[in-house]
């Protein structure tokens, strides 16, 4: 739709103040800061028949009852909780106060593998650990002195780690300490910034992450904490609601849907995922400008995907939460099991899990389940080689990387990043503004930074609506919009570019 087509559609549409474009966590977390803030008249618009995005669960298998138990999809821990007296995790906060039923998660719980069974190469994760404690310092150095940002790869190597190609044990254990987080490998992943958003969840909340088996799904505390502020069947949310176009301006933005209606507000706050930027699965009018564009495709989608199994009995060991496997051949290849047969999870599910990042989650993704089935056997089979394994009672495992309403799991800072390069992608254009996840600096990729970021656009434009300043710290106040850098510099000036820094020829030859 045109601009002048909009404004001719905007008598037809649907006024609202302000338009919540996806009811995930962010989505949530904005139109309960608009309700705080006194400010009713807003709407919700989403694109499937329930609250959540990327806490979504479904059915799997069977209980000793018969009916399906409920495994999660997406988002499956409270990551970095809380310390007395010191700031809580809202997640957290959220998940007490809705008896969201969770169990701490025991990394120390865990068992080695490789291709002949059973092999103790724990200490290595010990070795890791310590030299990560040196790098987390070097990459806090990079931070406050503006050093260029290099990759996690190459911070880890100064730090002393740097497994050999052919060592498959310390590649697992790399892949257990850093893909399983990022989903994607240290060499695609930004040194400074993948280091400090570690830091900011298990340094300032806590490092224990819990993990959530709650039969009612995870998504529960953002429905409940929803229904604090929305009536049952609100009609302020709009459920099946597929937006395909998003025309803005400074006076409003216009918001069209599959089914030919359309919603004209003051303000919108977009929260679709990186992922569904990046694949324009929804156009914008007018097109981005240069620096938006750029930041969107700056940042990288990761994948990450669970594969559920169920068996008729539990035949891997009983009290271990962990099981990582080193295959021979393929760093990442089905290398974290999960039980969630486990003490203090669901004893008597015999269900465990297998997770896959980055392009091996792509090739799983793309694979038929019993493709995918027969793989996963065939390690299991390896991991366990004197047992007789049975078929699984039950498989699954969803895709995310071609979801329509996610097209990735979330979000990564790739190397040679910086903030202004961040604050970009965050920036509003015109009365269109950003949240969600991946538009948090700080915990960027976690459930709590999509809460912080939609409180954060919600209470911005509250305040703009109102004509005052959004107190944003206790200490600082912001007035109107966003900043935004319209050109990003690298460290090399032109004047570089000379005999003196090996570069003798000129940089500008034309192409014939
Ligand atoms: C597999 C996986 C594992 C994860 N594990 C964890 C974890 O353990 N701990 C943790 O803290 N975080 C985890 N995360 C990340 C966490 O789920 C996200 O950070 C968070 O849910 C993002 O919330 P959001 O509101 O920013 O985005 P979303 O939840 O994606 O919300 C955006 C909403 O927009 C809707 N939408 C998209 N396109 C359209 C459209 N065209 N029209 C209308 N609506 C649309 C979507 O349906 C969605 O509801 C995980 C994510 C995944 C996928």
């Avoid at 300043?469 to 990003?488: F, H, P, Q, V």
Wanted: charged content about 20%.
């Amino acid at each position: 739709a045109s601009v002048s087509q909009a404004r001719d559609d905007n008598a037809k549409c649907k006024k609202t103040t302000v338009a919540i474009l996806g009811g995930g966590m962010a989505g949530v977390a904005a139109a309960q800061a608009l309700s705080n803030s006194s400010i009713h008249d807003f709407v919700i618009i989403e694109y499937r028949d329930t609250l959540g995005g990327r806490v979504a669960h479904t059915d799997f298998g069977k209980a000793p009852n018969g009916k399906p138990y409920t495994v999660e999809l997406g988002a499956n821990w409270v990551q970095g909780l809380g310390s007395p007296g010191g700031p809580e995790n809202p997640v957290w906060t959220f998940a007490k106060k809705w008896n969201l039923k969770n169990t701490y998660s025991d990394y120390s719980s865990i068992l080695t593998y490789n291709e002949t069974g059973y092999v103790d190469y724990s200490s290595l994760l010990d070795e890791f650990e310590n030299l990560y404690n040196d790098a987390s310092e070097a990459a806090g150095v990079l931070l406050t002195q503006n050093g260029q940002d290099q990759t996690a790869r190459t911070g880890f190597a100064l730090a002393g780690w740097r497994p050999k190609i052919d060592d498959m044990a310390r590649q697992a254990v790399e892949w257990w300490e850093w893909d399983w987080e990022d989903a994607y490998a240290p060499d695609e992943s930004s040194f400074i910034f993948g280091v400090a958003g570690e830091n900011l969840t298990f340094n300032q909340f806590s490092d224990e992450n819990n993990f959530v088996w709650d039969q009612r799904g995870y998504s529960r505390i953002i429905i409940k904490e929803a229904s604090t502020f929305l009536k049952d069947n609100d009609p302020r949310v709009q459920f099946n609601s597929i937006v395909t176009n998003v025309t803005y301006s400074d006076d409003g933005v216009t918001i069209y849907k599959e089914d030919g209606s359309c919603v004209s507000a003051a303000y919108a706050i977009c929260t679709f995922s990186l992922g569904v930027l990046q694949n324009n699965a929804v156009s914008f009018s007018p097109k981005f400008p240069d620096w938006k564009k750029t930041a969107i495709e700056k940042f990288t989608m990761g994948t990450y995907t669970k594969i559920f199994l169920q068996f008729n009995e539990t035949f891997w060991p009983r009290d271990t939460q962990y099981f990582l496997y080193a295959d021979p051949t393929t760093r990442g290849y089905y290398p974290v099991w999960q039980s969630l047969s486990a003490p203090g999870f669901i004893p008597e599910s015999n269900i465990i899990f297998v997770t896959v990042v980055s392009q091996e989650a792509y090739r799983v993704e793309r694979q038929s389940d019993e493709q995918t089935k027969e793989e996963v056997m065939a390690v299991l089979r390896q991991m366990y080689p004197d047992l007789d394994i049975p078929e699984p009672t039950a498989f699954m495992y969803p895709r995310w990387s071609t979801t329509p309403w996610a097209h990735g799991s979330y979000s990564n800072w790739p190397p040679s990043t910086t903030l202004e390069m961040h604050e970009n992608l965050r920036a509003n254009v015109d009365r269109l503004w950003f949240a969600g996840e991946a538009t948090s600096a700080e915990y960027f990729g976690f459930l709590h930074g999509a809460w912080f970021e939609g409180r954060d656009a919600a209470e911005q434009i509250a305040a703009l609506l109102g004509d005052k300043c959004a107190n944003i710290s206790d200490t600082s106040e912001d007035c109107g919009n966003r900043r935004y850098y319209e050109k990003l510099y690298g460290s090399s000036p032109l004047a570089d570019y000379s005999v003196f820094d090996g570069w003798s020829v000129s940089s500008f030859y034309e192409s014939s």
